[in-house]
């Protein structure tokens, strides 16, 4: 049995990791997916981090956390805190040290790779889109209705401004899963993200930006694959 440690974005909680906790939990495996404390002005990374490590407790082995997309800045910290098996990045930023989540957009020059995938979508520059379109157009519309309307939350810009305190990455196995539909994180930007910080190249599965509600059985099954072949 392992316990899957799932941690969440920006902006939101953690309800959107529930279809896939229950794919997990009925595999045999403990989940824990706590709240980050994203309203709160005083917290910086570290902050989130020890939510996490706070959640995880006094459970020791197997552990495989799950960082999805601004995750990918606390991810790392808690691998360097607890004994952790595995991480898996999943659409997840990937932070350099000493990087501030500000300064991550332009050092990996997001927005001209962003630029250039919305034009290929023959979306204008500048454009509003709806956030169904960008994030959740591969998301059942229930639970996408259900995420926009109930579980957002206000983000403290506190933690972007904090510059990732890691020396180095944390020696830990690391795997990339990148969701190939994604439109808020275009693929050709990730493959590239992920390749010149973490010197691989991603997996893929479908998706959009949270296929976790979209695809959460495919998802649970690549999870178990790299659990399985560590």
Do not use: K
């Not at 997916?33 to 002005?41: G, I, Q, T």
């Not at 995880?56 to 805190?81: K, N």
């Not at 992920?194 to 997996?203: M, Q, S, T």
């Not at 998706?207 to 178990?224: F, K, Q, V």
């Amino acid at each position: 049995m392992a316990t899957y440690v799932l941690i969440h974005g920006a902006a939101a909680d953690a309800w959107y990791w529930g279809p896939l906790a229950g794919g997990l939990r009925e595999r045999g495996h403990e989940v824990v997916a706590p709240e980050l404390p994203c309203d709160d002005d005083a917290a910086g990374l570290s902050e989130y981090a020890d939510a996490v490590v706070a959640a995880v407790g006094d459970r020791a082995g197997g552990l495989v956390v799950v960082a999805h997309s601004f995750g990918g800045f606390t991810g790392p910290l808690v691998c360097d805190r607890l004994p952790v098996d595995l991480l898996v990045l999943l659409q997840a930023q990937v932070p350099a040290p000493g990087e501030s989540p500000d300064e991550w957009w332009e050092n990996t020059g997001y927005r001209a790779d962003r630029r250039e995938a919305d034009r290929a979508r023959s979306v204008a520059e500048g454009a509003e889109e709806d956030e169904r379109a960008l994030f959740l157009h591969d998301t059942p519309a229930a639970l996408a209705e259900e995420l926009l309307t109930e579980h957002q939350r206000p983000q403290s810009a506190t933690p972007f401004g904090t510059p990732w305190p890691l020396e180095a990455w944390p020696e830990v196995p690391t795997r990339y899963l990148l969701a190939a539909g994604d439109r808020f994180f275009p693929p050709a930007f990730v493959r590239r993200q992920v390749e010149e910080r973490l010197g691989f190249r991603p997996d893929e599965m479908p998706g959009d930006h949270l296929p976790m509600l979209g695809h959460p059985e495919e998802l649970a099954e690549r999870l178990e694959a790299y659990r399985a072949a560590l």
